[in-house]
C-alpha cells in the first residue's frame, strides 16, 4: 500500500533512551569465533549498547518519551495516541502504551502496540500520520523501544554480533508545519520469506520453545538490499519528489553494506545520510528514532527538513515514510 496526501504534518520532538552499558566487538569475540575487524567489515558496527537488569522495554520507552515531551512545548494531556513498536514486548498485555500513557501524564490518550520488528517504526508513524489526517487525532506520540539482548542467542555469531537495546520516541502534531505538501508512505509485506527472520513466542510445529531471534542472513541481506530501493523510489515518486528534494535520509541501521548499497543505488549522498550503527548496532524498532535524536543532538536536523525514513524487518516487512521535521533546533 502506498500513497501520499497534502498535510501539515509534521515531526515537533524527539527523544531517546540509550543504556549505558557497552559491549565491544571485542567482548563478543570472547563468546564467539569472530573478531572487531570482521564485524566492522561486514555490518559497520563497533558496538553496541545492552540494558541494565532494572531496565525494560516499557522503562526505555518512558524515558524516551519523557524526553520528547521535555523537549517540545506539549503537554502530556494534549496527546491523543500512544503507539509503540517493538519485537521484543515483555508481555502480551497490558501493551507498553498503555504504560507508557499512563507514566507521562496522558491519561486521556488511546494506545496500542505495533508487532513489526525493524519495520515498526515505520508501520507506528504511518498509523500515526493516519489518525490525525482521519481528524481522530492531533497529537500524537510514536516510539520504537526494544531490550534484543533478551531475545538473542550469544552463541549464535550470525546475530549476536547484530543486536542492542535502546528507545525513541517522537511526537507528530497537526498544523505543525508552515505550508501544506504531500506526506507519502509505503508499507508492505512479502509473507512467503517471513521465517527468514523470526522470533517464537510460542512452541512451533512440535519444537521446543526458543524465544531467540533466528535469520537467514543471506536472504534477508539479498531482500533488504531491492526492496529498500523500490519503496523508496515509488514513495518519493507518490510524493512528487526526487533525492535532491530529501534533507536527511534516516535508514533503519541494520547492516552498513546494505545502507550503502541502497544510497548508491538512489543516488543520494552519504553525507545526507543519518548513521549510528557504529555506536548502537542494530536496535531494530528503536533504530530510526534513535538516529533522529542523533540528528537532533549534532545540529543536523533543522526545522523545514524533509526526512526519508525506511525500515525493513521480520515478515517480511518494509515502511518507507516522507515527511518533514519542525522541531526546535539543538
Known amino acids: 500500500m502506498i500513497g501520499a496526501t ?27 569465533e569472530t573478531d572487531d575487524a570482521w564485524i566492522v567489515e561486514r555490518t559497520g558496527i563497533r558496538e553496541r549498547r545492552i540494558a541494565a537488569d532494572h531496565e525494560s522495554v516499557t522503562s526505555l520507552a518512558i524515558t524516551a518519551a519523557r524526553q520528547a515531551l521535555d523537549r517540545s512545548d506539549i503537554a502530556p494531556a494534549e496527546i491523543d495516541l500512544v503507539i509503540t513498536s517493538t519485537a521484543s514486548p515483555e508481555r502480551s498485555f497490558p501493551s507498553i502504551s498503555a ?31 493516519a489518525q490525525i489526517q482521519a481528524g481522530f487525532a492531533t497529537t500524537v506520540m510514536v516510539i520504537g523501544s526494544e531490550v534484543l539482548s ?18 525513541g520516541a517522537v511526537i507528530l502534531r497537526k498544523g505543525a508545519a508552515p505550508s501544506v505538501e504531500p506526506i507519502a508512505v509505503e508499507l508492505g509485506v512479502d509473507g512467503s520469506k517471513g521465517f527468514d527472520l523470526y522470533g517464537d513466542l510460542t512452541p512451533r510445529d512440535g519444537q521446543p520453545l526458543d524465544k531467540c531471534i533466528r535469520m537467514n542472513g543471506n536472504a534477508v541481506y539479498r531482500f533488504a538490499t531491492q526492496v529498500i530501493v523500490d ?96 522541531g526546535d533546533p539543538a
Not at 507518490?238 to 548508491?264: C, F, K, M, W
Open 6 to 32: 497534502p498535510s501539515d504534518i509534521a515531526i515537533v520532538a524527539v527523544g531517546a533512551a540509550i543504556p549505558e552499558r557497552v559491549l565491544t566487538n571485542d567482548e563478543i569475540s570472547q563468546m564467539v
Open 99 to 129: 504504560l507508557v500513557a499512563d507514566d507521562v501524564g496522558a491519561h486521556s490518550a488511546g494506545a496500542l502496540d505495533v508487532l513489526v520488528a525493524c519495520a515498526g517504526f515505520a508501520y507506528a508513524l504511518a498509523h500515526g500520520i
Open 150 to 167: 533478551r531475545i538473542t542467542d550469544w552463541e549464535d555469531r550470525g546475530t549476536c554480533i547484530l543486536f542492542g537495546d535502546g528507545a
Open 231 to 326: 519503496s523508496a523510489k515509488r514513495v518519493l515518486d507518490a510524493g512528487g519528489y526526487t533525492q535532491d528534494d530529501i534533507d536527511l535520509l534516516v535508514p533503519h541501521q541494520a547492516n552498513l553494506r546494505i545502507i550503502e548499497s541502497g544510497v548508491q543505488r538512489l543516488g543520494f549522498p552519504m553525507e545526507r545520510t543519518v548513521i549510528t550503527l557504529d555506536r548502537y548496532g542494530n536496535t531494530s524498532s528503536a533504530s530510526i528514532p534513535l538516529c533522529l535524536d542523533h540528528a537532533w543532538r549534532t545540529g543536523r536536523l533543522q526545522p523545514g527538513q524533509r526526512l526519508l525514513m525506511m525500515g525493513l524487518g521480520g515478515g517480511l516487512a518494509w515502511g518507507t515514510c516522507l515527511i518533514r521535521w519542525m
